[in-house]
């Protein structure tokens, strides 16, 4: 299998409509005490370019194919993740002991060969779970 070296336009469009389709107003619960809303509205933008970069970055750095581990992967995560999803045909398993963060992330990725796990990563073994 040959490795790209861009991301592809497809999935920088599925980063982008999945920014759109996060639920920031559960999130930001999540990720702040107050202040959330805010929070949102000036972070939501830079984390998606920084993570679309990060996953830029992991095209030249891991082979097609493989396996990764995220440990208390968030909305930060996702594109790299979806980077190693489509580009890249890796299996992804993103771990979070937030169970209100798993469950808002996987409303907004239904439809995608992503799906966050409510456990400790440490418990991980074998072949990652469907």
Same mark, same amino acid.
């Given at each position: 299998?040959?490795?790209? *070296?861009?991301?592809?336009?497809? *999935?920088?469009r599925?980063?982008?409509?999945? %920014? =759109?389709?996060?639920?920031?107003?559960r999130?930001?619960?999540?990720?702040?005490?107050?202040?959330? =809303?805010e %929070?949102? #509205?000036? #972070?939501?933008?830079?984390?998606?370019?920084?993570g679309?970069?990060?996953? $830029?970055?992991?095209?030249?750095?891991?082979?097609?194919?493989g396996?990764? /581990?995220?440990?208390?992967? $968030?909305?930060? @995560?996702?594109?790299?993740? /979806?980077? @190693?999803s /489509? =580009?890249?045909?890796?299996?992804?398993?993103?771990?979070?002991?937030?169970?209100?963060?798993?469950? *808002?992330?996987?409303?907004?990725?239904? $439809?995608?060969?992503?799906? %966050?796990?409510a456990? =400790?990563?440490?418990s991980?073994?074998?072949?990652?779970? #469907?």
């Amino acid at each position: 299998m040959r490795r790209p *070296t861009r991301i592809s336009a497809a *999935t920088r469009r599925v980063i982008a409509e999945l %920014f =759109d389709r996060l639920d920031y107003r559960r999130l930001a619960s999540v990720y702040c005490y107050e202040g959330g =809303d805010e %929070f949102w #509205k000036s #972070k939501r933008e830079p984390c998606r370019r920084l993570g679309t970069r990060i996953g $830029g970055s992991l095209l030249s750095r891991l082979a097609a194919g493989g396996r990764s /581990l995220y440990v208390g992967a $968030g909305v930060a @995560e996702l594109p790299p993740m /979806l980077v @190693e999803s /489509l =580009d890249l045909h890796r299996t992804v398993l993103p771990c979070n002991l937030r169970r209100s963060e798993v469950a *808002t992330l996987n409303r907004a990725c239904r $439809g995608l060969r992503l799906r %966050f796990h409510a456990m =400790d990563a440490g418990s991980a073994r074998g072949p990652l779970p #469907k």
